[in-house]
């Protein structure tokens, strides 16, 4: 498999595109960036997409021959950005910024940004930390992580809805499955179930009785189960799909530290954790929760399987 891994990393070694070969476990570092702190990178149409900062700009990358192609960059006027989520659909590139709580869309067609639209919720502060589609591509969710809300918006980012959750829970990350929306709390290391009446139905803790301090990162489904990070408790909470509800099965280890984003592999066999501050990519094999390789990489945050 072929990863294209960012990192906290300064002018350094930031975002790099991976050859895994697992069954004989090695790698290679096929091309790199010496970007300012890619700390996210996603994948739509056949580009790859990411950011640099000082100035901020957002890039697009094409692979070809086993390089990273730049393709064409926009400058942002914002303080940071965080998270990315791209539209297939109606080829647009979405952004959350966790800094000033603003978030955007650019159009990405004939291998150029346009049209770019920057918008601040109307509250004094915000931190906006991650953007999520529904599964049509026809909702824009931007999940509010100071003001506990999520701002459900149609493709083009009009405001159509704001979901209230519960105060002083830090909402990070969420993706929607089967028409429900499940959330993931960086305060309360929780995970929300919100109804298609966009309601919390369920609230459940990722900690299972964990007492020291922790927090709730990421998710992601496979099957019918749904996975979710904790950096602190330094494991990934299972829990079984019934009826859209949770119930808590067990752990797996990261085999690391800060798990800040985690990814399954395209073939459903491998969890993939990017852990930040032992500076590791660990595979996981997702049907016995055991390690089966790891590559060393400074400051990872965030990766994706091409």
Known sequence: MDLVVSSYNTNQRAL???????????????DEKLLNAPSFVTKGDGFIFTYTKKPLQIIAYKIISKKLVEVNRINVDMESLTHLAYSNKYHLLYASSY??????????????????????????????????????EEKVNIVDLEQDTIYECDASLNLERVISLPKKIGPRHGIYFNDYIYVVTEYSNEVLVINKQKEVVQTISTLNGYQKESFGATLFVHQDKLYVSNRGLE??????????LLSFIGFIDVYGKH????????????????????????????????????????????GIEI
């Open 99 to 136: 800094l000033d709580g603003k978030y955007l869309m650019v159009s990405f067609t004939n291998n150029k940004f346009s049209n770019l639209k920057i918008i601040k919720p109307k509250v004094l502060t915000s931190k906006c930390h991650c953007v999520f589609l529904s599964d049509d």
């Open 259 to 302: 798990s800040r984003h985690m990814i399954k592999s395209i073939d459903g066999k491998y969890l993939i954790t990017f852990n930040k501050n032992s500076h590791n990519i660990v595979f996981i094999s997702l049907d016995e929760g055991r390690k089966i390789y790891e590559i060393p990489y400074e400051l990872v945050s965030a």
């Open 235 to 244: 494991k990934i909470a299972v829990f079984k799909i019934t009826n859209h």
């Open 16 to 30: 790099s595109l991976i050859g895994v070969d697992l069954e004989h476990l090695k790698y290679q570092i096929l």
